[in-house]
């Protein structure tokens, strides 16, 4: 619930109550075990979104492959990423999404501890869960590529997409070609792709 500190103690106890009527988690995005493959966006933030991640380069590079070698392990294909310093996305095709949370679990877990040995930061908690949604169609596939190769350039980080070393971006425009990743963003716009996450 990105909007939490945001709200009155009135909406914070409908909210709750909201997610308590349709069995959710009280604090956090709910998961889905969906039986077969399907496509998903994966997502996790660093706790109160500090850039745990963005500490060093060398630490994003760390984090992309750690990443990366998880998703790979438990998903048929990995089709886009981004890691920026504070949060990152994938997007999977996987028919094991418990065992592909568990992964990131135990990715999460370990990246923990190094980093905070790394930082002197015993004890400190570094993510805030793990997110996932199932993709609905070929459009909200489509939307999720553009708005995980864009996600750089809207943070402020980067004016394009290839100039973010951390991410899918470069090598998916030198599959598809700058014209045609041209028309597909066009074609699926992000619009407001990712302000309620948790809707």
Known sequence: MYDWRRMTPEEREAALAL???HHLPWHSPPHWDIEGERNYILSATCYEHTPIIGHSTERLA???AALLAA????????H???VLPNHYHVLITTERIREMRHALGLFHGRSSRKWNLEDSQAGRKVWHNCFERPLKSQRHFCAT???IHHNPVRHGYVERWQDWPFSSAKEYLDQVGLEQAEVIWKQYPILGY???WDI
């Open 19 to 21: 997610r308590r009527a």
């Open 62 to 64: 760390d984090c992309e």
């Open 71 to 78: 998703c790979r392990e438990q998903s048929s294909q990995v």
């Open 80 to 82: 886009a990423w981004c």
């Open 145 to 147: 590529l553009n708005y």
């Open 194 to 196: 990712g302000e309620k």
